[in-house]
Every structure is written in C-alpha cells, then in structure tokens.
C-alpha cells in the first residue's frame, strides 16, 4: 500500500511540476470545437480539470470500495466470533453431557460391582457352609468307620483266646 501511495504522490508532483514548466502554453487561449458551438477557452486547463476530475472519480471510488470492504470484514468477524462462541458454547455443553453421562456409567459400574461383591460375598459365604458340611460329614463318616473298626478289633480280641488263635500284635491284617 505504501509503494502504490508513494507512486501516486509522485506522479502528482511530476504532473504539477510539468504543469508549472508550460502555465503559458496550459493558459494559452485557442477554439475549442464542442460538436455543437465553438468556445475560446485554454485547451490545457480543460484537459487538467478533466484530468483532475477524473482523479478525484478514480480517488472516491476507491475510498468507496476500501470503507465498503472494511465494514464488510467486520461484519464477517462479528459473524466469525458470534459463531466461534456459539460453537465453544456448544462445546462446552457437549462437554458437560460427555462429565455427567460418564460419571452416570462410573456409578453404575460402581454399583454394579457392589452389587457382584454381595453376590460373591454370599456365594462364598454358602460355598464355606457347605464346605463345613461337608467336612462334618465327612468327619462323622471317618469316626464312625474309625468305630467300627474299633468294634471289630475289640470283638477280634476278645474271640482271639477263645479261638486259640495267638493275640493281635498290628501286624496281622483282619478280614
């Protein structure tokens, strides 16, 4: 921008010193043909207001079209940050739907896992009552075999001497 301003400026100061140069010849009167009617007027100062007009044309159009821009860009970042809040907003929001459904599952998963160590808990609770049973059971079997094995020692003792047979030593087996 600095150049093309730059440029312009001397290109004007070209022009007014060309100007100064010739003033004679720019004030110089001659006829002028307008198609219609004949005028006597300076040649070179019609042609440096037309030039001057169109300057100022080319100059208004192009502050025109410069301001016309710079209210459309902020227009458009008006737009662009109504719109980046909008979508930070809907983040955010997105967010805090993501925290609350992810801290529901978490106590979910918290209460089923309460709910599996109950289980468990009762399970074993029930596995080691049976278990227990079990072992009664099977200690009462063992001391009941254990007493009939007694018994039977004892009655094979007891007939031993009446039988004539020599007394138990352990290591006989018994049929």
């Known amino acids: 921008m600095r150049f093309r301003t730059l440029f312009l400026v001397m290109a004007l100061l070209m ?5 100064a140069l010739n003033v004679a010849e720019f004030t110089r009167i001659s006829p002028l043909n307008l198609g219609f009617t004949t005028l006597q007027v300076s040649l070179g100062l019609v042609m440096l207001s037309l030039l001057v007009a ?3 044309v080319f100059l208004g159009s192009t502050l025109y079209l410069q301001s016309r ?8 970042t008006r737009e662009l940050t109504a719109q980046r809040e909008l979508a930070d907003k809907a983040e955010a929001s997105r967010f805090t739907e993501l925290r ?3 801290e529901a599952q978490v106590r979910a998963e918290q209460q089923r896992e309460t709910a599996l160590g109950v289980v468990l808990a009762d399970r074993f609770s029930q596995q080691q009552q049976v278990l227990l049973a079990r072992l009664e059971q099977i200690d009462n079997s063992l001391a009941a075999h254990l007493g009939q094995l007694e018994d039977r020692l004892t009655q094979h003792r007891a007939a031993a001497p009446a039988a004539g047979l020599p007394p ?3 290591n006989t087996t018994l049929r």
């Open 15 to 19: 022009l007014a010193g060309f100007v």
């Open 54 to 56: 169109l300057l100022l």
């Open 69 to 76: 821009h710079v209210l459309e860009a902020r227009i458009h």
């Open 100 to 102: 609350g459904y992810l």
């Open 168 to 170: 138990y030593n352990g």
